[in-house]
Structure formats: structure tokens, C-alpha cells
């Protein structure tokens, strides 16, 4: 059987999804497709914006089953899924979840034979806010997947371990001189990854490989590091998707980080209102700011984004792909992708200077920024010209 993640709540998790499918967003320890490849055992395609297919190209055969790249696998899901007949769909509470098709693919999303509802629970990803509000279930979720059956590298008895949860490091994984406390949540340290010394960390918590927690750090859960990222400083409850560092001093909470970001020394966000009130956060879907339903809720920022030393970001700010901000005073709540400036106003980022500054920082971490990557953000830097007018 040929498995295609299609998209689903695309525009609701902008700016997120400008450069990714949906399914390429991490919550828990791994991405969605890769819980997906995981309970399959097999690479999946994806079905996603014509301007992302040739990174992420669409893979057919002669029987496909479509799955709602929004939703994490569970085994009773899987197994659902596995039922479905040519012509099938699944369904949950209205919101479809997979649909069995043959060679005509033409919209999957019209078949109705045989019309199933899910009865389990399902772990969606619908706002960006979802990421860190839900990534403590899926920390646990994916602990399990992840060190079933397996036994953990030895940790340095030189740390001091509180509770009765679990720690498990993969190969290469190290810590030294650190308090972790898994009273509230399992702890996971990727492969090649590094807890510096002095740390203190709250699970729930995922440090991915080849990523780094800075010397004194302060972390509460559930807290995912993606990889090759670099932490430092407070985080609270925050999802760094991969690449990016908080390398220094400052607070990062209930916040998403795309790849490629990078905060500057003593860069805060606020993700408390002074009057306790719900925040409210920008939405591309509806072009208006949205409320969450959430009293937390920090920072969105999209991939390629930066902050300067000493910035701060108000509660509930969202920043597109590959916008620089700095200077003194709160910046504005909603930045747009390509801006340059703060509190003070913003300018449009040259995007010949972006693409060069992506090719330099990429190159640190031995990727390369080829044509693939370019006219994936000069997309971005179409699609999103109209909010910076």
C-alpha cells in the first residue's frame, strides 16, 4: 500500500507552514511524518502546495491511502486505517482522517462509500499554538515509541535525578553535573546530544540529536529541542522544530520556533497579559487577530527569523519566515515575512540579502541553501508581499 500525508489546517498554522508541509511540524520528540513512517515502517509522501512539491514531491500508485497530515498516528488509528477498503474514508466528527483510493486521485477528499467514524481519541496539530499546549502528551507518546524494548545509555552519576520517571539517552548523549526531575515527565536525550553542566531541567522533555542545552540552563516542561538546536537561558514549555538556537541568557515560553532562528542575547518574550486576559494571536486564515482560548501563549516565529540582543516580544507575537527584529520598545504583535526594524518601524528585507544570510547560516550546519530552498522562500516572499504593504 502507497501512504500519502496530505494537508490539512494549512493556512490556520501560517506562518509555520509557509515552508513545510503540515506533517513535517514537530510535537512530541519527532515530526508527524515521522511518527507516521514509524507505525508504517515505510517512507511517505506527501501531498502538499505546488510550491513545496518538488522538496517535498507527491508519490502515486495504484492504490493510495490519503492520511490528514495534521493528525498524530496511534495504534487504534493505524489499525483503523488498515481496514479501509477502495473507496473508504474515515472520518472524526466530521474531520476526515484517511480515505483508501485507487489510480484516480483526482479528490480523494469527495469519496463516500463506506464512510467510517473513528471512535478513539486523536492528537491533532489545528493552530500553532497546539504545538507546545499539546506537546506533553505527544513527549510521552513518542518516549514510548521511541525506547520500547530498548535499554538507555549510561547516565553520569555525576547528575542528580528527582522522581520516578524515566531518563533515556540515546548513543552519544551527554550530561554532566545537572538536576533532572522527571516527577512530572519523561526526559529524552537524542543521540549526540549535550546537557552542559549546571542545567536543570523539568521533564516533559526532548533534547534531539545533535543539540546542545546550554551551561545553567533552565528548563521546564514539556519542552521539545529539535535538532542541531542550541538552548540557553529560561524556556518554559516552548517547541524549537530544528536548527535554531536560544543560545544565550533571556526567557522563551509557550512559544513555536521554526528552523533557522536565531535570538539574540537576552531576547524575552512575554507570554503572560498584565490584565490575565485570553491572548489573542494574528491569524492568516481570517487575516484578523484570533483568540486561543489560551492565559500563555508567547512567540510563533517562522523559519529564517531573528531577534537582535536585548528584544522583546509581546505576548502572543507571531513573526513570518525570515524577518530580522531589534532595536529598543515592544515591536508590533503581527511582523510579516522579509521585515527589517522593531518598535521603531520596519522596512521590506532585501530578499537577494535574505537568501544569502539562509546559504551562510546553513552552511554552519552542513546543509546546503541549493534552488530548491531558494525558490521555496522566494514563494513565501510572494505570497506574503500584500502584508507588508
Not at 533534547?207 to 528548563?219: D, I, P, Y
Not at 526567557?251 to 536565531?262: I, K, M, R, T, Y
Amino acid at each position: 500500500m502507497n501512504y500519502i500525508l496530505f494537508d490539512d489546517s494549512r493556512e490556520k498554522l501560517l506562518p509555520l507552514t509557509f515552508t513545510r508541509p503540515v506533517c513535517d511540524l514537530r510535537i512530541g520528540i519527532l515530526t508527524i511524518r515521522e511518527k507516521w513512517e514509524f507505525y508504517l515502517k515505510r517512507t511517505i509522501s506527501t501531498l502538499t502546495e505546488d510550491y513545496l512539491s518538488v522538496k517535498f514531491p507527491l508519490v502515486l500508485a495504484s492504490e493510495n491511502t490519503f492520511i490528514n497530515g495534521s493528525v498524530c498516528p496511534s495504534a487504534d488509528l493505524v489499525a483503523a486505517i488498515g481496514t479501509l477498503k477502495e473507496g473508504d474514508r474515515l472520518i472524526k466528527d466530521g474531520k476526515l482522517l484517511a480515505a483508501k483510493v485507487g489510480k484516480d486521485v483526482s479528490d480523494f477528499t469527495k469519496v463516500t462509500v463506506g464512510g467510517k467514524e473513528f471512535r478513539g481519541e486523536i492528537l491533532s496539530v489545528v493552530n500553532p499554538w497546539d504545538i507546545f499546549s499539546k506537546n506533553g502528551e505527544a513527549i510521552e507518546a513518542d518516549f514510548q515509541l521511541l525506547t520500547d524494548g530498548r535499554t538507555s545509555a549510561k547516565l553520569s552519576e555525576s547528575n542528580t535525578v528527582i522522581g520516578n520517571g524515566i531518563i533515556f539517552l540515546e548513543e552519544g548523549a551527554k550530561a554532566a553535573a545537572c538536576i533532572f526531575n522527571t516527577s512530572s515527565g519523561s526526559i529524552y536525550l537524542g543521540k549526540n546530544s549535550e546537557v552542559m553542566e549546571g542545567s536543570i531541567i523539568r521533564g516533559p522533555f526532548a533534547l534531539c540529536e545533535g543539540s546542545q542545552v546550554k551551561m545553567g540552563a533552565k528548563v521546564y516542561g514539556p519542552t521539545t529541542v529539535g535538532p542541531e538546536s542550541r538552548i540557553g537561558g529560561e524556556v518554559n514549555n516552548s517547541v524549537i522544530i530544528g536548527y535554531s538556537n536560544k543560545g544565550h541568557d533571556g526567557f522563551l515560553g509557550n512559544s513555536v520556533l521554526g528552523e533557522w532562528c536565531n535570538l539574540g542575547a537576552d531576547t524575552n518574550n512575554s507570554n503572560l497579559k498584565n490584565n490575565y486576559d485570553e491572548v489573542r494571536v494574528w491569524s492568516y486564515e481570517t487575516e484578523r487577530f484570533a483568540n486561543t482560548g489560551l492565559q500563555f501563549c508567547g512567540l510563533i516565529m517562522g523559519d529564517h527569523s531573528k531577534s537582535g540582543i536585548n528584544t522583546m516580544f509581546n505576548t502572543g507575537t507571531v513573526v513570518g519566515v525570515s524577518s530580522n527584529v531589534f532595536g529598543s520598545g515592544f515591536p508590533r504583535t503581527f511582523i510579516p515575512s522579509f521585515q527589517w526594524g522593531g518598535a521603531a518601524g520596519f522596512t521590506e528585507y532585501n530578499s537577494e540579502k535574505a537568501f544569502a544570510t539562509a546559504d551562510r547560516v546553513m552552511q554552519r550546519r552542513g546543509k546546503k541553501f541549493d534552488d530548491t530552498e531558494k525558490a521555496i522562500l522566494s514563494s513565501v516572499f510572494d505570497l506574503t508581499q500584500r502584508f507588508r504593504n
